[in-house]
């Protein structure tokens, strides 16, 4: 039997990376067509050329889906992944339709607020962790953050495009359309993962936030969005007034700058999973943010070193966004992934929305250069606590036969109490019980002692290959209690 720390991926695990990679897509996809033309859009509708309610417009959606991370988080804990999801797709097309409609920029405002509260990104990462194994979460995680990005990419290309052609009313219909045809996608095509017995009670939202493991964690994703949003405040002014290249040109910078990105990232990636060194690769990719940062401030307004520096940016960002979620859904408590999904979600929407607000405060006070300065003190911050981290400890997954004469369902609660195990899900009409556990702490005698077994209990670590992660097929009858 392979090693379970094989590099190969299980169909499942396929499946689920490509499928919730599409709906993030889908969803996403509706996010960024409409950014590049909204503010042009906005003049049209009475009170929109006010650019104070304009703004509000754009970023009402980034506020209200900051508010509803975490509950939307927590619900995925309690009532499973799929409803949640469903659940915001449905309320994000709700707020396109009213889009669609609005009448004035009130309407539109409102509108985007409840495009906002359909905040479905906790319940998504927390999905695509339940359907992954430790040692393969970072690179679904990445093959969903790679997606984001190309849909990025491709928006700045194809918003103009579509805004001269249907307009922003079908533009907003269009993406409520997104939004529905994700529904079906999640349905039919993700797996729905068994729900997992742990043997901890609930852990309070405060525990959460109190966790210093997560706290830099949460952090980081605040401090890369912030430092984003004030970067491109002030990148593409420069591009515009020191290389006079119009904005309606900008896509040939940053297209292949985020395409060539990616080939950077994934080698990081494998490196830090094969490895085990998700840490120090973190702490690297800190480091190579704040140093394009720096770049920035003594670029001096270059062209090539700018572009350049857009392309170290962008790597290091990638790994980032990749890396984040996995640690955290590596470090939560099994029972609250969920919520400390929201928070970090929460997290990443209050850095987006505070980043280009006090990009711009600081640029009016002490010059555009100055926010450069600014990001790059945060994220030295960053990478200070960072520091502070542990590598997360990487789990193993094992399956055991319940011998017949165990009682199941209290044979589950003593199971779970056993050192070393994070989680357990026991499947009573096979007489199956499949395991994460910490190697380190997990103690095969207990077990024994638990079964009453005098001899040896062959529980074996789960192969890198099956496509059902959760409930592998196994015709071996020495897993039972050998006397």
């Not at 890369?224 to 040109?249: C, K, T, W």
């Not at 690769?281 to 062209?303: K, P």
């Not at 955290?328 to 929201?342: E, F």
């Not at 990001?375 to 502070?388: G, P």
Request: aromatic letters at 8%; proline letters at 6%.
């Amino acid at each position: 039997m392979s090693s379970p720390f094989s590099d190969r991926m299980s169909a499942q695990e396929r499946r689920a990376g490509a499928t919730l990679a599409a709906i993030f897509a889908l969803r996403m996809l509706g996010l960024f067509l409409i950014l590049p033309v909204f503010s042009v859009f906005a003049k049209t509708l009475p009170g929109g050329n006010d650019l104070q309610w304009a703004g509000l417009a754009l970023g009402a959606f980034g506020m209200v889906q900051a508010i509803f991370q975490v509950p939307f988080g927590v619900a995925s804990d309690r009532f499973g992944r799929k409803p949640v999801i469903v659940f915001g797709l449905l309320m994000f097309a709700a707020g396109c339709a009213l889009a669609a409609w609005a009448p004035n920029i009130g309407w539109m405002i409102a509108a985007r607020a409840l495009q906002g509260a359909g905040a479905i990104s906790a319940a998504v990462s927390a999905l695509a962790a339940d359907l992954t194994r430790e040692q393969h979460r970072t690179k679904v995680m990445a093959m969903i953050g790679s997606t984001i990005g190309l849909v990025f990419a491709v928006s700045l290309v194809a918003s103009p495009a579509l805004y001269q052609w249907i307009g922003m009313h079908g533009m907003f219909l269009l993406t409520g359309a997104l939004s529905l045809l994700a529904i079906p996608v999640l349905l039919r095509a993700v797996p729905t993962p068994p729900r997992i017995e742990t043997a901890m009670p609930r852990v309070p939202l405060r525990s959460v936030l109190a966790d210093s493991q997560l706290a830099p964690l949460h952090f980081g994703v605040f401090a890369i969005h912030m430092i984003q949003m004030g970067m491109f405040l002030i990148v593409p002014r420069i591009l515009v007034d020191a290389e006079h290249l119009p904005l309606a040109e900008h896509w040939k910078i940053y297209l292949p700058v985020v395409l060539a990105s990616f080939m950077l990232m994934v080698p990081a990636i494998i490196y830090a999973e094969r490895k085990r060194q998700l840490r120090r690769v973190l702490l690297a990719s800190i480091v190579l943010l704040a140093a394009t940062q720096l770049g920035f401030l003594l670029a001096h307004d270059a062209f090539w070193p700018i572009v350049a520096l857009l392309f170290l940016f962008f790597v290091g960002f990638n790994i980032v966004e990749a890396s984040l979620p996995s640690l955290v859904s590596r470090i939560a408590p099994p029972q609250a992934k969920g919520a400390a999904l929201g928070v970090y979600n929460t997290s990443q929407s209050i850095g987006a929305a505070l980043g280009g607000a006090a990009g711009g405060a600081i640029a009016v006070h002490f010059g555009p250069h100055a926010v450069f300065a600014a990001t790059t003190l945060l994220a030295v911050i960053w990478w200070l606590w960072a520091r502070t981290m542990r590598n997360p400890p990487q789990l193993t997954e094992r399956e055991i036969a319940i011998d017949p004469h165990i009682e199941i369902a209290s044979f589950r609660r003593e199971l779970l109490a056993l050192p070393g195990v994070r989680e357990a899900i026991v499947v009573p009409e096979r007489r199956m019980a499949y395991l994460k556990v910490n190697p380190e702490r997990w103690d095969e005698a207990s077990l024994r002692r638990l079964t009453g077994c005098q001899g040896v209990i062959n529980s074996v670590q789960i192969d890198a290959a099956p496509d059902n992660l959760f409930c592998p097929k196994s015709t071996k009858d020495d897993l039972f209690c050998q006397q």
